[in-house]
């Protein structure tokens, strides 16, 4: 019902800055939420950061509080995750995930799932 396309991952030096983007496509949601997750080489996928889409309420996890920021651009059904002073040890695939409600929002328990993007933070 829902197609998630992320964008925006690359190659960043430590304590630089990269903007992802996740535009979604398909049937909207009356009610729901948007998350981005990360997986590191070798660890499990781990909670990022989420909103409410209707409401703007959002989530961090508590390594990336002050330096991310999750938005959201309604006109173009897109999420942003906006990453500053980046550190090596977050370089991983990150993926944008949507979910119908507003419970359990920082857990994997989404519907609908990007393909991820790389980001590679070098020292």
């Known amino acids: 019902q829902v197609q998630l396309v992320e964008s925006g991952g690359g190659l960043v030096q430590a304590g630089g800055s990269l903007r992802l983007a996740c535009a979604a496509s398909?049937?909207?949601?009356?009610?729901?939420?948007m998350g981005w997750f990360r997986q590191c080489p070798g660890k499990e996928r781990e909670f990022v950061a989420a909103?409410?889409?209707?409401?703007?309420?959002?989530y961090y996890a508590d390594s990336v509080k002050g330096r991310f920021t999750i938005s959201r651009d309604s006109a173009k059904n897109t999420v942003y995750l906006q990453m500053n002073s980046l550190k090596p040890e977050e370089t991983a695939v990150y993926y944008c995930?949507?979910?119908?409600?507003?419970?359990?929002?920082?857990?994997?328990?989404?519907?609908?799932w990007g393909q991820g993007t790389q980001v590679t933070v070098s020292s």
């Open positions: 995930a949507a979910k119908h409600g507003y419970w359990a929002v920082t857990t994997g328990n989404y519907d609908y």
């Open positions: 398909g049937r909207t949601f009356s009610c729901y939420a």
């Open positions: 909103m409410t889409w209707s409401s703007i309420n959002v």
